[in-house]
């Protein structure tokens, strides 16, 4: 008998909304809205490819060459991105988290991160997953039970679509004024103003041939204080929207350019971040999280119909 590739399955329901998150890693599964898929998840005997629906903790996105210097030490991450020279996307995604609640509408699940050879630190995680009236409400909190200060970011990985086959056709918006230029290993290199530019995004448009693996900062927000990036139908009847809760300062987008050939535009990863790529090297937006404190962030997806 073959059981399922990602853990024990959390099945959560609120009148159209029906979302599936998984143990291992905590990662989203699966969202649909009215039987309309939300983001393009995995099945049960699928193994996780891009990223898809992951947590990234404690940093998202690359870390250069896995070396990064902290406390006076010199720190050597294992480098989960050879082909790039990279430490990739935090250290919890292929382990299983402990789920602590689980109701019709709403999953707890939490898993320690141990010191270990290039993050000598330790913190508890939780991730908190809730369906309500408008969508899906996703909240992350770290605690360091360690006796000393450790460098700390976060991320997530969904992929969106509005319901198009391909995302070409897909009508993007993202309230973003400035885009990280990025080099041959997706490490930033400059920030620029989006005026003027093939990235300015601010004002809707169709994706086209647009190709991204881009980090973007400098979000507009709502009076709520939050940053929304919207995928549209063309004819504008339908769409999804992610948002992006204080502290979120930054969002990647990725067009899935380089995931495998049947994978490849069927959906936009947004990428909820607290920091750039590199932020343990460049030191932009990272955390330094003290002994015994919290941080929290919340995010959410949230569909729509005209």
Do not use: K
């Amino acid at each position: 008998m073959h059981g399922s590739r990602t853990g024990r399955r959390l099945t959560l329901r609120h009148g159209p909304h029906t979302a599936v998150v998984v143990e291992l890693g905590a990662a989203l599964r699966s969202y649909t809205f009215g039987g309309r898929t939300v983001i393009d998840g995995f099945a049960e005997q699928d193994t996780i490819t891009g990223g898809r629906g992951q947590i990234l903790v404690p940093w998202p996105n690359r870390i250069r060459d896995g070396r990064y210097p902290w406390g006076g030490q010199d720190l050597q991450l294992p480098l989960t991105e050879p082909a790039g020279g990279n430490a990739m996307h935090g250290l919890l995604r292929w382990v299983a988290w402990q789920v602590v609640e689980a109701s019709d509408s709403r999953a707890v699940l939490e898993v320690s991160l141990w010191p270990q050879p290039g993050y000598p630190f330790h913190l508890h995680v939780r991730a908190e997953y809730a369906l309500g009236e408008s969508g899906l409400d996703v909240t992350v909190t770290s605690r360091n039970l360690d006796a000393s200060a450790a460098p700390y970011g976060f991320g997530q990985h969904p992929y969106l679509t509005a319901g198009t086959a391909l995302i070409d056709e897909t009508v993007l918006t993202v309230p973003a004024r400035t885009r990280l230029r990025t080099d041959e290993r997706g490490l930033p290199v400059a920030a620029e103003p989006v005026d003027g530019t093939e990235y300015d995004l601010r004002t809707p448009r169709a994706v086209g041939a647009l190709r991204l693996d881009t980090p973007y900062t400098d979000l507009d927000r709502d009076a709520d204080g939050r940053a929304v990036v919207r995928l549209a139908q063309p004819s504008g009847a339908s769409g999804t929207d992610l948002w992006l809760g204080e502290g979120v300062d930054f969002v990647q987008l990725y067009t899935g350019d380089t995931l495998p050939p049947g994978e490849r535009r069927r959906a936009v990863a947004v990428e909820p971040m607290t920091c750039p790529p590199d932020a343990f090297r460049s030191g932009t937006g990272l955390i330094s999280l003290g002994p015994g404190e919290r941080h929290t962030v919340r995010w959410g997806i949230t569909p729509w119909e005209e």
